[in-house]
């Protein structure tokens, strides 16, 4: 199932469990919401958005004029930059086996790490 099909599971849910027949968040716009099913869809979709691979972020400590972006001179990712975008900590990778990891292990989102700008 890709994460688009858990958005969308997740979207079939709330719609048919709601008295308006509406997403939460145009319940929660209005301040309406009053379903007490609203905390237990809030958490599915954080896990929803944890399984949707988002890129590593720069860690903050490294920014500077000459590092701007998580990117080395060749275009590819240059680990030691990185932090997860989630939680904003290292443990995406292993420095001691020189391993990116799929997921942080702090946090649990799923990291992509695809070269492409």
Do not use: H
């Amino acid at each position: 199932m890709s994460n688009s099909k858990y958005q969308e599971a997740l979207d079939y849910i709330v719609k048919n469990s709601c008295n308006k027949r509406v997403a939460c968040n145009e319940c929660d716009i209005q301040n309406i919401c009053n379903s007490s099913a609203k905390s237990r869809v809030d958490n599915l979709q954080e896990l929803v958005d944890k399984a949707t691979p988002k890129r590593p972020i720069l860690n903050k400590i490294w920014e500077d004029e000459d590092t701007k972006n998580i990117y080395d001179e060749y275009g590819r990712i240059n680990e030691t930059l990185c932090v997860c975008p989630n939680c904003g900590e290292s443990d995406i990778y292993d420095f001691e086996y020189n391993t990116r990891f799929k997921c942080c292990s702090n946090c649990g989102q799923v990291i992509d790490w695809n070269d492409e700008q």
